[in-house]
């Protein structure tokens, strides 16, 4: 592995002659750069104070805007701080078949003909921001849009230069991971995995606190961002301009980054590209206990940045990336015991107590059966032998059941923690489906595969409640911890009781303290205004994520209108009354989805009441592309030559808004061959039907421009 040299002594020592104002600017960065080092981090400083300032003092003179006058002092302690995301860093869709490349290449990215694969490093995501080319700050991914401050230890990475050859203003992403050789000769008696090993690394407090040192991670990048104006450095060059991601990887290389890895796969059709792409996972699965670190899949992502744009994001992750995680490792295990446990939407599900075993280099103890119908299907027992995968080597599942198990089979295993497993082999026992809520008693209603508790105040459902609200927002300090406290104690009997805690109610509680109390009241406080679609996402209503709440709110806008909805509601859904049918208008929702957004309302809405009187729910502003269909809504319907989802991403990219039903309010609908009821309808309500070359005649009067091949489209046939 080719490193970037340490900062040492020998590259700061003399200071520049004659007048060159830069190469002296240069000079004094380094040395303020070294000498804070040794004073903060490492405890040794070799100059006087009066030294340091002067140095401090003659580059602020110079250089007023230098970004390393934007560190007071040392580094923050690593895990004190929290960092917002300029670029929040997303998870990644998975899958583990060539079936699902093939519908990734084809469908999800709307055949694409371009690709860029890496190994996916099982490390610890980092961020790394440089300013006028020096690093600045390190966060890591924490959850996705805040992360921790962890620049002091991120200095200390054998190959993060101090510098980059570039100096402008970027945020490189990338992982962190620990050498197997290295964990193999130093680590391997202290941590289950490098992986573990580097997050906590990155996260030690102090120099000499954790179990390893920064000094023997390694540094893979794999992403790049620039901030615009807005967000730069005032002497910041503009930067580079890529067409293709795998440029900007070249890039990082040319300017002193370790990137993960870059090859590019392109081919004439989706079936061609899905075979190569089939080739680079075989390869990767047979190098895998070779390779200096470890990986666990290949990130596919499109090349072609300007479609990437296009395709943009669901809540969770990017269309136009994907994780192939290798085959799932197996493992025996003996079941101990079956925990019911109940959740936020009142679902019981069972938790198999195991005993532990090390799959992929973590250790299980609890695996999930899903529901009363798996218990069955599996026909397990107490005391039976078992074996578990882990799925995307993440979730890991009961997949067979051996048989009776043996007193051997529970011997010599230790908990993640390295002590000793001692529990007794259980008797032999049937697993009971429980009939009441293990929490409330209250009686269980069967919903289809599963069991639910209906009770709404149901303490585990509330806890629930409480973190979903809290995580949704982002809500720093309420954890798992504190909910069961707040609800125990009877400080929280409803999700709007959050808003009248008070400091001291919350400083007597086990493990807080005033400042404790005080930051989550602070957290509290800045979440008394939201936006619509942020509420209803957090709000928790069953099968209503991020995504789809940010539809609805962008079809009702406002509170108000939406409550209007729910009083509206018919129970009778075949009716199709006022409230459905404005709901089914937003593309993906049909009858039963709008009927349980009404209904999850309507069953909340003591709760909902009470939220309004404690925050500012503010309207949504609806923001679409700008382009020729700008205004139109359009349903698509029938056989066309490319596929609705094809078709819609052109609408929505030149301005226009997609539909899934056919409404008076419609523009346009775009029919093709066997168009079924939704012609008939548009026919009957006198809406315009065109067809997909009056479509294409559309999409060709935008004037877009198109760098290359595949670059940005304005027609059908631009695919």
């Not at 992403?173 to 964990?183: A, C, D, K, Y």
């Not at 107590?353 to 107490?382: D, F, M, W």
């Not at 309302?601 to 309004?612: G, N, P």
Request: aromatic share 6%; net charge negative.
């Amino acid at each position: 592995i080719q490193v970037a040299p340490p900062f040492s002594r020998d590259m700061v020592d003399e200071r520049p002659s004659g007048d060159d104002k830069r190469a002296l600017v240069s000079w004094l960065v380094k040395q303020i750069s070294y000498h804070s080092d040794l004073y903060y981090n490492q405890a040794a400083p070799e100059i006087s104070d009066a030294d340091f300032d002067s140095l401090w003092s003659e580059l602020k003179r110079l250089d007023p805007h230098n970004p390393q006058l934007e560190k007071v002092g040392s580094d923050a302690i690593p895990g004190s701080e929290k960092v917002t995301h300029l670029f929040p860093m997303r998870s990644l869709d998975k899958a583990t078949t060539i079936k699902e490349i093939s519908h990734f290449v084809s469908e999800t990215t709307v055949n694409g003909r371009q690709f860029i694969c890496q190994p996916k490093l099982d490390g610890s995501a980092l961020s790394i921001e440089y300013r006028r080319g020096r690093l600045v700050r390190a966060a890591t991914r924490g959850n996705g849009t805040r992360g921790e401050d962890v620049t002091a230890n991120a200095r200390r990475i054998s190959n993060v230069p101090e510098s980059i050859s570039w100096e402008g203003d970027c945020h490189i992403r990338g992982e962190v991971i620990m050498p197997l050789s290295t964990f193999n000769e130093k680590y391997s008696s202290v941590a289950p995995n490098p992986r573990n090993l580097a997050a906590g690394c990155l996260r030690q407090k102090t120099k000499n606190s954790g179990k390893a040192k920064p000094e023997d991670l390694i540094f893979l990048a794999y992403d790049v961002k620039f901030p615009d104006p807005d967000s730069s450095h005032p002497d910041s060059p503009s930067p580079p301009v890529f067409i293709f991601d795998s440029d900007s990887n070249d890039w990082l290389s040319t300017i002193g980054i370790q990137i993960a890895g870059n090859t590019v796969v392109k081919g004439e059709d989706s079936t061609k590209i899905t075979e190569k792409l089939s080739s680079i996972t075989e390869y990767w699965t047979e190098k895998r206990g070779s390779i200096e670190w470890e990986i666990d899949g290949v990130v596919i992502k499109l090349d072609l940045i300007s479609k990437r744009n296009n395709l943009g994001m669901t809540a969770h992750h990017p269309r136009w990336a994907l994780a192939w995680k290798f085959p799932p490792e197996e493992a025996n295990t003996v079941l101990m015991d079956v925990d019911w446990q109940v959740g936020r939407t009142g679902t019981i599900t069972p938790v198999a107590r195991v005993a532990p075993v090390n799959v992929s280099g973590v250790t299980v103890e609890n695996v999930t059966l899903h529901n009363p119908g798996e218990v069955e299907r599996l026909q397990i027992s107490i005391g039976d032998k078992v074996k578990i995968v882990r799925r995307g080597d993440v979730i890991p599942k009961i997949v067979e059941v051996i048989g009776k198990a043996n007193k051997i089979d529970i011997e010599d295993r230790t908990h993640s923690d390295g002590a000793q497993f001692n529990e007794e082999l259980p008797d032999y026992s049937q697993i009971i489906i429980p009939s009441l809520c293990p929490r409330c008693d209250t009686n269980l209603i069967q919903d289809g595969a599963f069991i639910r508790c209906t009770n709404m105040n149901c303490p585990s459902r509330l806890e629930r409640t409480i973190l979903y609200w809290a995580r949704s927002l982002e809500l720093d300090g309420i954890g798992e911890k504190l909910a069961q406290q707040l609800c125990s104690e009877g400080l929280v009997k409803s999700l709007p009781d959050l808003y009248n805690l008070k400091i001291s109610d919350i400083s007597n509680l086990e493990r807080m303290g005033v400042k404790s109390a005080t930051n989550v009241i602070r957290e509290l406080e800045t979440s008394r205004k939201m936006s619509l679609s942020m509420f209803l996402s957090a709000l928790g209503i069953p099968g209503i994520g991020p995504e789809l709440a940010t539809s609805v709110a962008n079809q009702v806008t406002s509170i108000e209108n939406l409550l209007y909805l729910v009083s509206q509601r018919n129970e009778n859904i075949e009716d199709k009354d006022s409230a459905i049918t404005k709901l089914i208008e937003i593309d993906g929702i049909g009858i039963k989805v709008a009927n349980q957004i009404l209904e999850g309302l309507a069953v909340r809405m003591d709760t909902v009441e009470k939220l309004q009187t404690h925050l500012d729910i503010y309207s949504e502003s609806n923001t679409f592309s700008q382009g020729s269909l700008s205004g139109n809504t359009f349903c698509i319907t029938g056989s066309l030559t490319l596929s609705r989802k094809e078709i819609a991403l052109l609408i929505k990219s030149n301005g226009g808004k997609v539909v899934g039903s056919v409404s008076k309010n419609l523009n346009y609908l775009v029919a093709g061959e066997s168009a079924g009821s939704k012609l008939d309808n548009a026919i009957r309500l006198g809406v315009q039907v065109i067809t997909e070359s009056q479509l294409n005649e559309m999409l060709e009067t935008n004037n877009t421009i198109i760098n290359t091949e595949e670059n940005t489209q304005k027609s059908l046939m631009d695919f």
